[in-house]
């Protein structure tokens, strides 16, 4: 079945520090990928997705590019910020397999400091 | 143009015990998926409603039960509640046209405590 692998946390940086945080993925079609924040106490936000190979997803200066060839979605930022401070959820849609579901990987927390 | 909308928003029930959780689509939307997160998890999918009709579900047992109105809004139900059913309840509604390309929209979901 479907599955997300997410780069174990927590992640610790200081501010305007690279930020990278690995994803894969295995699927048995060819889903649509995504990012998922989540800040302490609130419900999942869409950071950004990619539908097809070779597309990038960007938003907020975060990007993430969809590599079907390694099957990674890789997050990354050139300069975080303390407000970037949150969980990070990896998730794929293979709904094109008829799944009609969002698996998620476990998540990373990352924590900027001043 | 308001978002997904869940209620209650925490909620403490008792072993044995059955609760119910409400969820209100974002406008515009027809489908509601519904998915339970365990402290320090991701969200796990726990079902799909479509037209009033479970359109598909996760490995949850028969206590998680749902229903989906005719203006979208949907209801989670869970019976014999257990311990390990304390958890973040999530509810994310979607265009069932296209899940797959916008993604779905995700409320802030419902606390529930098991004592």
């Known amino acids: 079945g479907d599955s997300v692998t997410q780069m174990e946390g927590p992640v610790t940086l200081s501010e305007e520090a690279f930020l990278t945080i690995n994803c894969t993925y295995t699927?048995?079609?060819?889903?649509?990928l995504f990012w998922y924040v989540q800040y302490p106490g609130e419900g999942l936000q869409l950071l950004l997705k990619?539908?097809?190979?070779?597309d990038k997803g960007s938003n907020k200066g975060f990007e993430a590019t969809y590599r079907k060839e390694t099957t990674s979605f890789h997050l990354e930022k050139g300069s975080v910020q303390v407000s970037d401070s949150a969980v990070y959820f990896c998730?794929?849609?293979?709904?094109?397999?008829?799944?009609?579901?969002?698996?998620f990987g476990k998540g990373t927390l990352l924590t900027v400091n001043p | 143009d308001a978002g997904v909308t869940q209620s209650p928003t925490h909620l403490i029930k008792t072993r044995g015990q059955q609760v119910t959780l409400r969820c209100s689509p974002k406008?515009?939307?027809?489908?509601v998926s519904w998915y339970q997160q365990a402290l320090g998890q991701g969200p796990q999918f726990i079902f799909q409603?479509?037209?009033?009709?479970?359109?598909q579900r996760g490995n949850f047992p028969d206590r998680f039960s749902g229903h989906q109105f005719p203006n979208y809004s949907s209801e989670l139900n869970v019976n014999a509640l257990l311990l390990g059913d304390s958890a973040l309840y999530l509810c994310?509604?979607?265009?069932?046209?296209?899940?797959?390309?916008?993604?779905?929209?995700f409320g802030s979901g419902t606390r529930l405590t098991v004592v």
């Open positions: 994310a509604s979607s265009l069932v046209a296209g899940a797959a390309n916008y993604g779905y929209t």
């Open positions: 699927a048995t079609g060819y889903p649509s």
């Open positions: 990619a539908t097809k190979a070779d």
């Open positions: 998730a794929l849609d293979d709904s094109g397999g008829s799944n009609y579901k969002l698996t």
């Open positions: 406008s515009g939307h027809d489908t």
């Open positions: 409603y479509y037209e009033e009709e479970e359109r």
